[in-house]
C-alpha cells in the first residue's frame, strides 16, 4: 500500500550476555538491548510504529478521504499528534516521517531542552504544556480531537495496538533463546504500564512461557503501579517527585494493573540514587549511556533485588536466565547525569 513499508518500523535488537550484571545478581543475566532501536533508541517504537502503521494504512485504503482515520486536507499523510516525556514522542515523530506523515509532540514543561531538540531535529513539531505528563496529555488528546479525521492520535502506553507492539520482545526472545528454553524472569522498567503490558502478552502469546514472572521496577515519586497494587485499586500520585521524568505518569494504565494482579509480577520501588547509580555503573560496564527511567531496571540487579527475590525463593528455580530489558531513551547526557549525581548528592563520577 502506497506509504506504508510493508516491514515493521522497529530493529530485531541484541540479547547479549553480560558477565558484570550476572556477577552481580548471582544469577545469568541477559541483556535485551532495546537502547539500539531507531526512532529514540527506545522500545516504544515497537508499539507505536505499529499503532501508526495501521492508522496509516487505513488513511490510504479510504483515498486519504474520510474512513475515521482519514482526509483532514493533509495532503501527504496523517497528522500523528503525541503527548510524551520523549521517548513515544521520537517514536511517533519517526513513524511519522517513515510514513510521510507529520508529527506534533506535545511535552511537560520538565522535558528537558536537549530532548526537545532532538524532537525537532527528527521532525516533529513540538510543543510545551503542562507541569506533568497528565496535564499535557489532556491538551494533546484536545488537539487530535479538534483535528478530525486527518489527525491519529497516539497515546504513548494505553494502546492495545502498542501492547500488541511491545509483545514483539518477547516473541523475539523466543526466537533467540536455545529451544526448549525460557527466561526465568524478565526484567523490566515501568512508567505508565505499556511495556509490562505488552510483555505479558508475549509470554502468553508464544506458548510454554506464561508462568515466567515479571520483576516490574520503579523509582520513588513516579511508583504509580506499586501504590495502586498496595491500594488494592487505582490512585492518582499527587505529583511526580522523581528524576526519571519518562516515568511520570500520575496514574499506571488499567490494563497494566490488571495484569500485575493476573500474572506473576513483583513490583519493586528503586529510589533515585539506585536509579542513577545503575546508570554510571551499566556505563562502566557495558559502555552505554541509558536514561535513569533504564537505570530503574537495572537497578534491580545493581541494587540487589534480584539477588533478594532468589534468595527468598519467591522466584523459584531459575529455568533460564534473567533477561533485563534495557528499554533505553534519548533523554540522557553525560552532562545531565553529572547533574543528577550532584542534585542527589552522589558527588563525582
Request: glycine share 16%.
Amino acid at each position: 500500500m502506497d506509504g506504508v513499508p510493508a516491514t515493521p518500523l522497529h530493529q530485531q535488537t541484541p540479547l547479549r550476555e553480560s558477565p558484570r550484571l550476572s556477577a552481580v545478581a548471582g544469577v545469568d543475566v541477559l541483556l535485551k538491548l532495546e537502547n539500539a532501536q531507531p526512532g529514540g533508541g527506545s522500545f516504544k517504537i515497537r508499539g507505536v510504529g505499529l499503532l501508526c502503521q495501521r492508522a496509516s494504512a487505513l488513511w490510504h485504503a479510504a483515498g486519504g478521504l474520510g474512513g475515521g482515520l482519514g482526509g483532514g486536507g493533509l495532503g501527504g499523510g496523517l497528522h500523528f499528534v503525541c503527548s510524551s516525556g520523549g521517548n513515544a514522542g521520537m517514536a511517533t515523530a519517526y513513524a511519522a516521517r517513515r510514513l510521510g506523515g507529520r508529527s506534533t509532540v506535545f511535552v511537560p514543561r520538565s522535558t528537558a531542552s536537549s530532548t526537545r531538540e532532538r524532537l525537532q531535529e527528527e521532525g516533529a513539531s513540538v510543543q510545551v504544556v503542562g507541569d506533568a505528563w497528565d496535564e499535557t496529555n489532556v491538551h494533546a488528546l484536545r488537539v487530535a480531537t479538534e483535528g478530525g479525521d486527518g489527525c491519529c492520535y497516539v497515546h504513548p502506553f494505553d494502546d492495545p495496538l502498542l501492547w500488541e507492539g511491545h509483545a514483539s520482545l518477547v516473541h523475539e526472545l523466543k526466537a533467540t533463546l536455545a529451544a526448549g528454553s525460557k527466561p526465568g524472569a524478565v526484567v523490566v522498567s515501568v512508567g505508565g504500564g505499556g511495556l509490562l503490558c505488552g510483555v505479558v502478552r508475549g509470554l502468553r502469546e508464544v506458548g510454554g512461557w506464561g508462568d515466567v514472572p515479571v520483576i516490574a521496577v520503579e523509582t520513588e515519586g513516579a511508583h504509580s503501579l506499586h501504590a495502586a497494587l498496595s491500594a488494592g485499586e487505582l490512585v492518582t500520585l499527587p505529583a511526580i517527585t522523581s528524576v526519571a521524568k519518562t516515568l511520570g505518569a500520575k496514574r499506571v494504565a488499567e490494563q497494566a494493573f490488571t495484569l500485575a494482579r493476573e500474572h506473576v509480577v513483583f513490583s519493586e520501588v528503586v529510589s533515585d540514587r539506585d536509579a542513577i547509580d545503575a546508570v554510571q555503573r551499566f556505563l562502566d560496564d557495558e559502555r552505554m549511556l541509558v536514561e535513569p527511567a533504564c537505570g530503574a531496571a537495572l537497578a534491580a540487579v545493581y541494587s540487589g533485588a534480584v539477588r533478594r527475590l532468589v534468595a527468598e525463593g519467591r522466584l523459584g528455580p531459575l529455568p533460564g536466565p534473567v533477561v533485563a530489558v534495557v528499554c533505553g531513551g534519548s533523554g540522557v547526557t553525560l552532562g545531565q547525569l553529572r547533574e543528577w549525581r550532584e542534585q542527589l548528592g552522589m558527588g563525582p563520577e
